[in-house]
């Protein structure tokens, strides 16, 4: 099982720009999260989504679209990209939902200039 | 490099001591509480959770006490390895479908 995987890896957008933030799990999981990682803080919760078909709104979810078509994937999307979205992205799986033991995926490093 | 935790709180050990890594949390609502270690350049691992109707909770050389009437939550790490060089995260749950994080304790371990 390959578990949570990201792409891409690394990327630098230009202010205005749009991307998509790949996740893909192969766990079976129903619920997935969106954090992102600013230097020197924790994670915040941008959205999050407890099965295909569902999505929701965590912390700060501004500037940011989501959707879930299949259990599978849950693709991040930045739309405008400013400066302020300069952070590490990171997408987790939750195999029920409130358990606590998130599955992370390695992290996409993303740079707005 | 990994510029996570550039400004985060240090804590310094030698190996083989013990380390203590402490939270504060504000929601008195919430109910279950877990450590995550976040090594550089990877995502957040799973260490330990404790719900709240225990105040002490032990794996495998970490221990996580949970004291409710301050709020705060610690975690014991006996024998501190090289290994253990990381930033440790608590999280906070209550009773909902999402998890909110701490901002985060760099642990250094040196020889």
């Known amino acids: 099982n390959a578990g949570v995987t990201q792409t891409p890896k690394f990327h630098i957008l230009k202010i205005g720009q749009s991307m998509t933030l790949q996740c893909t799990q192969d766990?079976?999981?129903?619920?997935m999260y969106w954090y992102r990682q600013d230097p020197g803080m924790g994670l915040k919760l941008i959205y999050y989504s407890v099965g295909a078909g569902i999505t929701d709104k965590g912390e700060v979810p501004n500037g940011y679209n989501v959707s879930r078509s299949t259990t599978e994937d849950f693709p991040l999307r930045l739309e405008l990209a400013a400066p302020s979205q300069t952070s590490v992205y990171f997408c987790?799986?939750?195999?029920?939902?409130?358990?606590?033991?998130?599955?992370f995926g390695e992290g996409s490093r993303l740079t707005v200039l | 490099g990994e510029s996570v935790g550039l400004h985060l709180p240090t804590l310094s050990v030698q190996e083989g001591d013990n380390s203590i890594i402490n939270c504060a949390y504000s929601?008195?609502?919430?109910?279950?509480f877990i450590w995550y270690k976040q090594e550089s350049g990877k995502g957040p691992q799973f260490i330990i959770d404790?719900?709240?109707?225990?105040d002490k909770r032990q794996g495998q050389r970490v221990t996580v006490l949970l004291n409710k009437t301050v709020k705060h939550l610690s975690l014991q790490i006996a024998a501190t390895q090289p290994g253990d060089s990381a930033v440790y995260f608590c999280a906070e749950n209550s009773n909902t479908d999402k998890l909110i994080f701490g901002t985060g304790t760099r642990l250094q371990v040196f020889p």
């Open positions: 929601n008195s609502a919430s109910d279950y």
């Open positions: 766990m079976n999981h129903n619920y």
């Open positions: 404790i719900r709240s109707n225990m």
């Open positions: 987790a799986t939750d195999p029920a939902g409130g358990t606590g033991e998130l599955f």
